[in-house]
């Protein structure tokens, strides 16, 4: 092994391939590689797809989530910027995306690129990947190993601490899985016109329109299962659009059987969608279906259980942690779960750092994981899963393997070393990261009922918005009441309990219609809760008009203690 131009032996190792494994050419996974190359490893990226890029390249997601402080500061710099230069914009030509990545890799001498070769199983010892097998018997060796697949499917082989989707907090959902589907005939400039003429909802810059809101809800799928949202769009270089705007719902994006069976619903779909838009959308019409994506855009398997899970109280309440190794912004998206979710927006942080313990899965000491399946929790994962942030995470893995070998420290005891994590935040910088420390009050710091919302926030069931204003003096209404206490008994008490004929209705809500929504909850009596001496404490009197912060307080201290 060669570390800056000078032979390094480890007595403790057997001889090896490489330095570096990173498994997985996804942009976070390039990031990865190309860092950990410039940091002097010998670097092999491996990958069972035949060209770079994964999600952008072959899912064709050509529009990024970039991320901005407050003050327009770019938060995801070094090599993502170094990537973002290269392409047309925000929106993108994934060809473009594609020869960038290339080019990239290509210039690192250190780096070897290992195309069509699919990693089917992993070597351990005490805690540490040894090797990984190819599935054609091949076996590759290295010191440390960076697993930056879209599901962690190396971590995962290799005995990794999982959840699944939404399990954390309590629901077996998973976000929608989608289809982007290119589209020719377009007639951009009337688009762009459209959206940016006030008479439609949305907007439009230079290769980027997204909008049609109101028209895209009249829409009416051929498939029971698929929903069309307003859609994202991104202006090729041969002149076709790609449009982000399916939601395919029932799909494990964990089994190959079912993602193959989601992209030929999706691919169905397409006509039918496109034919709507031909109809209904200004500068559709001439519009018609050019080609679908080869690969589906899955949000959404599994989160990593790591040292540290990022949680949404993180994200929202914008932690400056001391082992930070990127920063973020992005809001908290959660896209619609089924057909009856039409998702949410948690919030919109004004930046958050993202540990390095993040990384480093509990029980693997030599291994790291990056992308949407590192250790965030399900809804912090709404902000921390785009790809700009996580590039900027898989650049800081290259900079922390070149680090721990260096120090002959594995992941877990440089996790607790303040001078190692300190010379990873360094190089960063070096390298051109962007990491500076920060104080960025919230939006509810300091308000006496931030408590309770913040417990029904991390369940999911109240949210700031993109404003990141909750409402708490604004009248609650019906379904307000009604989807926290549906979805408390859910997520908490995991159908121990049911709500009833709860009403969804959108009307301002009195204390007479809290008490039939809880009346509706089977098997509890009122009276046995001491209903009276809490309706007391929050002065709730028959008659009264009841403003959301009370009544989401009040309700977490009903539900809470019904056992």
């Known amino acids: 092994m060669v570390l800056f131009g000078c032979a390094y032996t480890f007595s403790s190792f057997a001889a090896v391939d490489y330095d570096l494994i990173v498994v997985g050419t996804d942009p976070e996974g390039v990031a990865a590689a190309v860092s950990a190359a410039r940091n002097g490893l010998e670097v092999l990226l491996v990958d069972e797809r035949s060209q770079l890029g994964g999600l952008l390249t072959l899912g064709w997601l050509n529009t990024l989530d970039m991320n901005y402080d407050p003050e327009g500061n770019l938060l995801t710099r070094g090599i993502f910027l170094e990537f973002f230069k290269k392409l047309e914009g ?49 076996k590759l060796s290295a010191y440390r190993f960076i697993d930056a697949t879209q599901d962690a499917w190396v971590a995962y082989m290799a005995g990794a601490g999982f ?28 688009v762009v016109g459209a959206l940016t003429s006030g008479e439609y909802a949305g907007g439009a810059y230079g290769t980027s329109a997204w909008g049609f809101l109101e028209e895209m809800k009249e829409y009416e799928p051929f498939d029971p299962q698929i929903r069309s949202r307003g859609p994202n769009m991104g202006l090729q270089n041969n002149g076709n659009v790609l449009i982000n705007a399916m939601h395919i719902f029932g799909v ?35 519009a018609y279906l050019a080609a ?74 030599n291994l790291l994981v990056v992308g949407r399946s590192a250790s965030y929790d399900s809804l912090a994962h709404g902000s921390a899963r785009v790809v700009p942030a996580g590039m900027a995470v898989g650049e800081a893995a290259g900079v922390a393997a070149a680090i721990s070998l260096e120090s002959k420290t594995d992941f877990h005891k440089m996790s607790g070393r303040p001078d190692l994590i300190a010379e990873l935040q360094q190089r960063l910088l070096n390298q051109g990261a962007y990491l500076v420390d920060f104080d960025v009050p919230h939006s509810l710091e300091g308000h006496p009922l931030y ?44 159908g121990r309990y049911t709500a ?54 009040f309700l977490l201290d009903f539900l809470s203690s019904i056992e």
């Open 451 to 494: 408590p309770a919302i913040k417990e029904l926030r991390s369940l999911g069931l109240v949210t700031g918005r993109y404003d990141n204003d909750y409402r708490l003096d604004q009248p609650a209404e019906i379904r307000d009441i009604c989807q926290v206490v549906e979805g408390y008994l859910k997520q908490v008490y995991r």
């Open 292 to 365: 679908v994506a080869p690969e589906l855009y899955v949000r959404e398997t599994r989160h990593l259980e790591g040292l540290y899970r990022l949680t949404l109280d993180d994200v929202l309440e914008h932690r400056d942690f001391w082992d930070k190794v990127a920063l973020a912004s992005y809001s908290v998206d959660i896209q619609g779960t089924d057909m009856d979710d039409w998702g949410r927006v948690m919030g919109n942080p004004a930046l958050y750092s993202i540990p390095f313990r993040c990384l480093v899965p509990q029980d693997l000491s």
């Open 90 to 138: 925000v929106s993108f030509d994934v060809n473009t995306a594609r020869r960038a990545l290339e080019e990239m890799v290509a210039a690192e001498e250190n780096l070897q690129l290992l195309l069509e070769r699919k990693v089917t199983g992993v070597r351990l010892n005490k805690g540490r990947v040894v090797s990984v097998m190819l599935e054609n018997g091949e």
């Open 163 to 190: 959840t699944l989707g939404m399990e954390d907090i309590g629901l077996d959902k998973r976000q929608a899985v989608t289809l982007i589907i290119e589209v020719g005939g377009v007639n951009w400039e009337k």
């Open 252 to 286: 494990d994006g964990l089994d190959p059987a079912s993602r193959q069976e989601a992209l030929k619903r999706g691919e169905r779909e397409a006509e039918f969608l496109v034919r709507f838009m031909r109809r209904r959308l200004p500068g559709f019409e001439d």
């Open 500 to 553: 009833h004929n709860l009403s969804f209705e959108n009307r301002e809500a009195l204390l007479e219609d809290l008490l039939w929504v809880l009346e509706g909850i089977s098997g509890i009596e009122l009276e046995l809760m001491g209903i009276d001496e809490l309706l007391s404490n929050y002065n709730f009197f028959p008659g009264k008009k009841l403003l959301r912060g009370e009544t989401f307080a």
